[in-house]
């Protein structure tokens, strides 16, 4: 299971810090990726981090976002900073498992006024 949090209110310009922990069969997990859906758009790919190997991020969110993870709390976070009101939009993260599986958390809703 995953379960998404850190989502909230804010002013362009501030920080939010999502976090996505798993629960289970985390042994398994060999990709974790954040999306986000912003109202009335389809979903997109965020940021991902391999157990082993490099992050990757979406070019609109590239030098203000950084994922991140500590394995001894089966945690992802997503650290957000110089959020902008495009950044609104329901976060959801989403684990990738070695034998193809695929699993989402729950969203955690984003919303940064102008």
């Known amino acids: 299971q995953l379960q998404a949090s850190g989502g909230g209110l804010v002013q362009a310009g501030e920080s939010l810090r999502l976090s996505c922990a798993a629960s289970g069969s985390i042994s398994s997990i060999i990709f974790t990726a954040w999306y986000r859906q912003a109202p009335g758009k389809q979903r997109e790919s965020v940021a991902g981090?391999?157990?082993?190997?490099?992050?990757t991020y979406a070019t609109s969110v590239k030098g203000r976002f950084t994922i991140s993870r500590d394995n001894a709390k089966s945690t992802v976070y997503l650290q957000m900073n110089s959020l902008k009101p495009e950044d609104t939009g329901v976060y959801y993260c989403?684990?990738?498992?070695?034998?193809?599986?695929?699993?989402w958390g729950q969203g955690t809703l984003v919303t940064v006024s102008s």
């Open positions: 989403k684990v990738q498992r070695r034998d193809g599986g695929e699993n």
């Open positions: 981090i391999q157990n082993i190997g490099p992050t």
